[in-house]
């Protein structure tokens, strides 16, 4: 059975003015996320900065998400890291915080061969008994995990569900359905690809926007697979502009600007990352506007 079907968010961490974690802020977005139909959250992953969380911070946060969302909608925690030995310490923690299931982005800067992958992954998943998705990221991370490997890892490894997949290659995607012949869960990691996804077979997405339209993205999901993929093609083309904005700069700038344009004060970045442009925020307040979110 798949972890969840729809639209996941990958959700921020909200900081205070000081750069610490602000954890009631967290549980007020978390709150606002399940009223707004989201389908699952995703903790700690690249929107919720966790390459720059300490290891103890990472925990706490995916521990705190768990102890608000209290098993109503599934929790995600991103556990992935370039050192295996880290990501097994953190999957675990994960697992023992209550997350429903762990996304491992593939090794970065190391860029492992396909059986260093495979070696890797598996390592991290038989160490904790919850599902795992992998995250196909190579813009990222300079390595692709090629379709194969990603079914043989699904079909050889008990708890490997699944991919969320953000190389934007279709015929990546298509090859994979075609290996995977149902083996392997498929999640869009681009929204502005979500239907093109579905057609192929995604059971849904893992959003940047859903921080900021969780109702709207949920629906491009559900209208889908309630037949009516019309109106999921016109959700998704209306999105298309603010989602241009959204990734204007890298993410998470532009939805954390969004969020706190939103009035949710969600704080600021932490370096490396800087504010966004003056100018490319006046470009994303607009979207925004016409979007009908602000």
Same mark, same amino acid.
């Given at each position: 059975m798949?972890?969840?079907?729809?639209a996941?968010?990958?959700?921020?961490?909200?900081?205070?003015?000081?750069?610490?974690?602000?954890?009631e802020?967290?549980?007020?977005?978390?709150?606002?996320q399940?009223?707004?139909?989201?389908?699952?959250i995703?903790?700690?992953g690249?929107?919720?900065?966790?390459?720059?969380? *300490?290891?103890?911070?990472?925990?706490?946060?995916?521990?705190?998400?768990?102890?608000?969302?209290?098993?109503?909608?599934? +929790?995600?925690?991103?556990?992935?890291?370039?050192?295996t030995e880290?990501?097994?310490?953190?999957?675990?923690?994960?697992?023992?915080?209550?997350?429903?299931?762990?996304l491992?982005v593939?090794?970065y800067?190391?860029?492992?061969?396909?059986?260093?992958?495979?070696a890797?992954?598996?390592?991290?998943?038989?160490?904790?008994?919850?599902?795992?998705?992998?995250?196909?990221?190579?813009?990222? *991370?300079?390595?692709?995990?090629?379709?194969?490997?990603?079914?043989?890892l699904?079909?050889?490894?008990?708890?490997?569900? @699944?991919?969320?997949?953000?190389?934007?290659n279709?015929?990546?995607v298509?090859?994979l359905?075609?290996?995977?012949?149902?083996?392997?869960?498929?999640?869009? @990691?681009?929204?502005?690809?979500?239907v093109?996804m579905?057609?192929?077979g995604?059971?849904?997405?893992?959003?940047v926007?859903?921080?900021?339209?969780?109702?709207?993205?949920?629906?491009?999901?559900?209208?889908?697979?309630?037949?009516?993929?019309?109106?999921?093609?016109?959700l998704?083309?209306?999105?298309?502009p603010?989602? *241009?904005?959204l990734?204007?700069? +890298?993410?998470?700038?532009?939805?954390?600007a969004?969020?706190?344009?939103m009035g949710?004060?969600?704080?600021?970045?932490?370096?490396?990352?800087?504010?966004?442009?003056?100018?490319?925020?006046?470009?994303?307040?607009k979207?925004?506007?016409?979007?009908?979110?602000?």
């Amino acid at each position: 059975m798949s972890i969840f079907e729809g639209a996941g968010v990958a959700l921020i961490t909200p900081m205070k003015p000081d750069g610490q974690v602000n954890y009631e802020k967290l549980e007020e977005i978390i709150e606002e996320q399940i009223a707004g139909g989201t389908d699952a959250i995703i903790a700690c992953g690249t929107t919720g900065e966790a390459s720059t969380l *300490t290891h103890e911070e990472h925990i706490e946060v995916i521990r705190y998400t768990c102890s608000v969302v209290k098993k109503r909608i599934p +929790v995600i925690a991103g556990t992935g890291s370039n050192c295996t030995e880290t990501a097994v310490y953190l999957s675990q923690e994960a697992e023992k915080a209550g997350a429903d299931g762990v996304l491992l982005v593939s090794p970065y800067y190391n860029k492992a061969t396909q059986n260093g992958l495979v070696a890797h992954f598996t390592a991290i998943a038989q160490s904790i008994s919850i599902p795992a998705l992998l995250y196909n990221i190579p813009g990222r *991370t300079g390595v692709n995990i090629l379709p194969q490997t990603i079914v043989t890892l699904c079909k050889n490894v008990e708890n490997i569900v @699944g991919v969320k997949e953000a190389s934007g290659n279709f015929s990546n995607v298509a090859t994979l359905m075609s290996l995977a012949q149902g083996c392997v869960d498929v999640y869009s @990691g681009n929204d502005d690809q979500i239907v093109p996804m579905l057609s192929l077979g995604a059971k849904g997405v893992i959003s940047v926007l859903s921080n900021v339209a969780p109702r709207q993205t949920h629906e491009i999901c559900a209208s889908y697979f309630a037949g009516d993929v019309k109106r999921s093609m016109e959700l998704q083309i209306a999105a298309i502009p603010l989602i *241009t904005e959204l990734f204007r700069e +890298v993410n998470p700038i532009p939805v954390k600007a969004a969020m706190n344009l939103m009035g949710k004060e969600c704080g600021p970045l932490r370096m490396p990352l800087t504010e966004m442009e003056p100018e490319n925020q006046m470009r994303l307040k607009k979207a925004m506007e016409d979007y009908g979110i602000l």
